[in-house]
């Protein structure tokens, strides 16, 4: 029994390494230059069907010959891609798990959906989302785009097919450009539909409810009832974002408390183009769920949508202004809206598929989309919000009043919030009535600081304070915070970190999460917090990591970094002006946008200033190796040539060093950092004439140190990749290593399969060998002195029988006895 019990156990962990491992699909995206006919040529050539472009010289290709989930990746087709001299760069596309953030509750009746039953709207007295007094001044969300990125969307729904538009629809699970949901016994596809009713139900139809935004437009993008993709994402991030102005999302990576995840490759690069490139270069707002896993501990900051600086992060009260059971608390959480909470507090009246209405939709799921509503109300006020002119405002309104937690503070700029709450609940009249009088945030500026590398080992049941000092030149008023953060773990969910700036914020960046028994600990993570919004940097920042893991449970800091965003000049300087900003008439959108794939309206990066003494410079992105060029960020141009030009922004002055320095980052260096190499760029002074001016540019993402821009030109090479000797820096052993665990879960299966014949053997034996003993024994007759024969019987049942009128019975007895016997068995100890 014991042995059953190994090998049940040995199938049991079989089957959880084989669950984790990466599951491939039959689709890639490809890098060529050239256009739609050279990538449909390539795609011809090695057997790929095209499915279109998703950004410039970004192909969607899919293989007919491959399945549709595989373990393993498709290593042929890896290798003759990578043959191809025109394909920068490829991704074989893998699943990603992404969870609707709602929850299930016990079966109810419904209510009849009426306006009096959204008592989240109309409640009055400071208990509502204020939304009324933006009505009564006909602000309603007109010419405003709001899509759900969901599940599908039931169009014609009569409570939303007023208002349905479906430009800012798509299908990206059937490639059509219908987003109605796929309808099953359990109606599993309802929470796209529940979305969309409460950013824009159609208002006093006498049909269900009324959305907050009740003229606003209204898409879906269905692209979560499939496969879930890095490109799946992207599309459904990127389109048509010169219509769409508010992006929804209520989902993520698992709320299962151990899950660290967020966008990859593609969808960063989707993100990156929305806030640059989206409505006209104002920047596309994305409003995201901050996630349900408080039952399990969960933290938003692992989640890598919910704790980014381009996305507002939502949480929810319940209507008695309480933390609900099932929200996550971080510091990257920027506000709150209402939603449901426990037993006999009451939820949300929204749409609800068959044409039908309900009264009980849940979780931050429909928290994300009351907020998607005030943000459209706030952009009808005005048409010329920037994306962090939005979260400014959302900072400036939220109210903390009536919202019970036990953490809130108040940060160094008398400003009061929570990690449960942000800066507090939404309050949609404010937010209207200081977006008419907005004038744009001045530009956002970064400071990036790096803390000497290091191995600080942290024990169990200990901790330790790191401090950095900080003296950013160009960053004097605070927005989004990031620490990035690499350590090692025996069990990483022992852990919990604060940051705390130099005004005495302190934030929790990582709480403990009990069911997180992950070894992998954090690599560059970015830890984000928005607690110091309007701070000034300057000053000694503190790190601490706590240790709370038992016995040997060690963990280990190797290095950290802060990245600063914010303003060199005071936004609330922008807002004194007495008449403040003119706000247009015309609408908010096009109604005959470009095409998404169209390049739009060409936006530089932002300018970044080095720190002064005391700390190092370090580049804007963090390299991530692939097997070739990864989609080339917003900040690195294709050439040398470009380089200084597309670091400057439109009417920005480059900086005149002298001779000894190096231009980088549009500031003056002595010398260039790791991870760039000197270059001599022409640039043509106030007369006209060229000259040679020193500059550090950047080295391929491979290169530590290189010599020049070209993956070839190597020095150095990171730690995970080795030196070829010809100027390359490759990844150490990266497809042995796939093989290896590939065989190792081969040579698992074939040991166990080995065991169970070793144990069904032994349990044969077994057997036979007690029936030949049973054989012999019987055959073996013996008497005693009166004569009496038995077969082996112990001496008390012959005395037995005796005493019981069997002196010469005893065959009898033996014959009774032998028949009623059964065999031993392991189940009767």
């Given amino acids: 029994m014991a042995r059953i019990r190994v090998s049940s156990s040995l199938l049991l962990l079989l089957f959880v390494g084989l669950a984790s491992a990466e599951i491939y699909t039959d689709q890639f995206v490809v890098h060529v230059q050239g256009g739609t006919r050279v990538a449909r040529e390539l795609a011809e050539k090695h057997g790929f069907s095209y499915l279109g472009n998703l950004f410039d010289d970004y192909h969607h290709l899919r293989h007919k010959r491959l399945a549709k989930r595989s373990l393993e990746p498709s290593l042929q087709h890896h290798k003759s891609l990578q043959q191809e001299s025109n394909v920068h760069w490829f991704s074989q596309q893998t699943l990603k798990r992404r969870t609707k953030r709602g929850y299930r509750t016990p079966a109810t009746p419904l209510n009849d959906a009426r306006w009096l039953d959204m008592w989240y709207l109309n409640r009055g007295g400071g208990l509502d989302m204020n939304v009324e007094e933006v009505w009564k001044k006909n602000i309603t969300g007109r010419g405003v785009v709001v899509t759900i990125l969901d599940d599908g969307l039931e169009k014609d729904h009569p409570d939303l097919v007023d208002n349905y538009d479906p430009q800012a629809s798509w299908d990206m699970n059937n490639h059509d450009s219908d987003p109605q949901p796929r309808y099953d016994m359990v109606d599993s596809n309802r929470h796209g539909t529940r979305c969309a009713g409460e950013v824009a139900a159609v208002h006093n139809n006498s049909i269900c409810s009324v959305g907050v935004a009740y003229s606003a437009g209204i898409g879906g993008v269905r692209m979560l009832d499939g496969d879930v993709t890095d490109v799946v994402e992207a599309r459904s991030l990127s389109l048509n974002n010169q219509h769409i102005d508010v992006y929804s999302a209520s989902w993520g990576p698992d709320d299962d408390g151990k899950t660290v995840d967020g966008p990859g490759e593609l969808a960063t690069r989707a993100f990156r183009e929305g806030i640059e490139k ?184 200990s901790s330790v304070e790191l401090k950095l000092e900080v003296n950013c030149l160009n960053v004097k008023f605070l927005e989004h915070v990031q620490a990035k953060v690499t350590l090692s773990a025996t069990r990483r969910g022992d852990l919990h970190i604060y940051l705390t700036s130099p005004a005495g914020t302190r934030s929790t960046l990582l709480a403990q999460r009990a069911l997180d028994n992950s070894r992998s600990g954090f690599q560059a993570w970015p830890f984000m917090t928005v607690h110091s919004w309007g701070e000034s940097p300057n000053g000694i920042w503190k790190l601490q990591v706590h240790n709370d893991g038992r016995y040997f449970g060690r963990a280990s800091l190797k290095e950290w970094s802060l990245i600063l965003y914010g303003t060199t000049e005071d936004p609330d300087d922008f807002m004194k002006s007495p008449t403040g900003p003119k706000v247009p008439e015309e609408s908010a959108t096009s109604k005959e946008p470009p095409p998404v794939t169209q390049p739009q309206n060409e936006i530089a990066p932002q300018t970044t200033q080095a720190p002064t003494a005391k700390t190092t410079v370090e580049s804007k992105t963090f390299p ?78 491979s290169c530590k140190v290189c010599k020049g821009p070209n993956d070839n030109e190597c020095a150095e090479c990171y730690p995970d990749a080795e030196h070829t000797g010809e100027g390359y820096c490759q990844p150490k052993n990266l497809v042995e290593k796939l093989n290896l665990e590939i065989g190792w879960y081969r040579a698992m299966t074939i040991s166990i399969m080995t065991l169970c014949i070793i144990i069904v053997g032994a349990v044969a034996l077994f057997f036979m060998t007690s029936t030949s003993f049973c054989n012999f024994c019987c055959s073996s007759s013996r008497h005693d002195s009166n004569g009496a024969r038995y077969s082996g019987l112990p ?27 059964k065999p031993y068995r392991d189940d009767d100890i």
């Fill in 278 to 461: 989206g409505r006209r270069g104002l920047g596309s707002i994305f409003v995201w769920a901050s996630g349900n896993g408080g039952r399990d501990r969960d933290n938003c900051n692992c989640d890598g949508y919910t704790n980014s600086i381009w996305t507002l992060s939502i949480s929810s009260a319940t209507e008695n202004g309480l933390v609900p059971w099932y929200s996550e608390a971080c510091s990257s959480t920027l506000a709150t809206t209402y939603s449901s909470g426990s037993t006999g507090e009451r939820q949300i009246v929204t749409t609800d598929l068959h044409h039908s209405c309900t009264s009980t939709h849940t979780g931050t799921s429909a928290s994300a989309p009351l907020a998607a509503g005030i943000c459209a109300l706030a952009l009808e006020a005005n048409r010329k919000l920037t994306w962090r002119d939005m979260q400014h405002i959302v900072v400036r309104t939220a109210r903390p009043a009536n919202l019970h937690a036990s953490d809130w503070l108040t940060n160094g700029v008398n400003r009061n919030v929570s990690h449960s709450f942000g800066y507090g609940l939404m309050d949609a009249a404010a937010m209207v009535d200081l977006a008419k009088r907005w004038t744009t945030v001045p530009a956002q500026k970064t400071c990036m600081v790096k803390a000497d590398p290091m191995d600080k080992m942290i024990s169990p049941k």
């Fill in 624 to 701: 991530v190796y692939r097997p070739m060029k990864p989609p080339p960020s917003l900040e690195r141009p294709p050439n040398e040539q470009e380089h200084l030009d597309n670091f400057l922004r439109p009417g920005s002055r480059r900086p005149e060093c002298p001779p000894s320095q190096f231009i980088y980052f549009n500031m003056c260096v002595d010398d260039c950092p790791p991870g760039s190499y000197r270059s001599i760029n022409d640039v043509e002074d106030d007369e006209g004439k060229k000259r040679g001016q020193p500059a550090c540019l950047h080295c391929h993402y």
């Fill in 795 to 821: 001496a008390q049942t012959s005395m037995f029988a005796e005493e019981n009128g069997h002196p010469a019975g005893m065959e009898q007895y033996r014959a009774s006895d032998v028949k009623k016997a």
